[in-house]
């Protein structure tokens, strides 16, 4: 028959409708009051038992956003108070986002190494146009790096699009725990398929040298079988040639410039962590 769905259409609005006034009357206030103490009415509204129709009182009331709700994206940086990496970029500036974004609003700048010019895996500068950004979530899907996610920030409106709505790197900036904050099953997911909370360079670099540790144990074990099955002689030779390595060992004065360098570069990795949180500190006094 012409027309069916248009009436199926208009029973499910008409049913909509009654519900709204029946469940007042099942229900009583509860759904405006809450069922107990520990609920409250927005809750009550918001949950499966809700029926009808009801108004949000927007702003001081808020739907909660599910999970993988995309908005604008924002950039993964280290916490602020990681010990080794603070603040430090995930993003390689490989330019994979910015190829696959349908609307082409990403612009990225990648850094270069002031003495020697050549290019490093860290973007200089970093802009997205958010009136343009469709919000369809490529550049996350895409990124290798699990470097760009998308915020659930939603509002955003301001009178100045040009001066407010292209975002830099600093404004598109945030720590790592603000992404397990917003999305804790989808990070949880991504750091399993990475093999570890850590940046996946991290990672490699650290089965690296565990593979590089483990290698020279082996050897090392080795070289002491082999040594415990020579004749005596043989032994004694290779006493002596070890000592003889013992004598052209670097001198202690070589220990010590090593030891220096290493403190050198604690205490460079320790006034940048200081420096990251004093800007963490200076944004969030700002924002306020």
């Known amino acids: 028959m012409f027309g069916q769905g248009i009436v199926k259409g208009l029973w499910v609005t008409f049913k909509h409708f009654i519900a709204t006034y029946t469940a007042d009357v099942r229900r009583g206030t509860e759904q405006y009051l809450g069922s107990t103490l520990a609920d409250t009415p927005f809750e009550v509204r918001q949950g499966t ?29 280290e916490n602020y108070d990681h010990p080794e990496r603070p ?30 010019k050549r290019p490093i895996p860290e973007p200089q500068a970093f802009f997205i146009d958010i009136d343009i950004c469709m919000n369809c979530g490529l550049c996350a899907e895409f990124c290798p790096f699990d470097a760009i996610k998308m915020d659930h ?11 407010n709505h292209i975002y830099d790197k600093a404004k598109l900036s945030k720590e790592f725990r603000y992404w397990q904050t917003i999305a804790p099953t989808t ?13 996946s360079d991290v990672i490699k670099e650290r089965k690296k040298a565990e593979a590089s ?3 020279a144990g082996g050897a090392a074990r080795g070289a002491a079988g082999g040594a415990a ?57 700002g924002g306020q």
């Not at 603040?87 to 990403?106: L, R």
């Not at 220096?260 to 604690?266: D, G, N, T």
């Open 229 to 285: 099955q020579r004749p005596r002689g043989q032994a004694a030779a290779t006493s002596e040639a070890a000592a003889g390595q013992a004598a052209d060992a670097p001198k202690p004065e070589a220990a010590d410039d090593a030891a220096a360098a290493a403190e050198k570069a604690k205490a460079e990795r320790l006034a940048k962590r200081e420096a990251a949180l004093a800007r963490k500190r200076a944004r969030e006094q």
């Open 87 to 116: 603040g430090h970029d995930w993003c390689t500036s490989c330019g994979i986002c910015a190829k696959v974004c349908p609307p082409q609003c990403i612009w990225i700048v990648r850094g270069e190494d002031p003495q020697t």
């Open 213 to 215: 540790a483990a290698k």
């Open 49 to 77: 038992k809700a029926k009808g129709i009801f108004t949000v009182q927007y702003p001081e009331e808020k739907l909660a956003v599910p999970e993988r709700f995309r908005f604008i994206p924002f950039l993964v940086v």
């Open 187 to 199: 990070a949880a997911e991504e750091a399993e398929a990475r093999g570890g909370w850590e940046h």
């Open 153 to 163: 920030d939603y509002e955003l409106a301001s009178y100045d699009r040009t001066a």
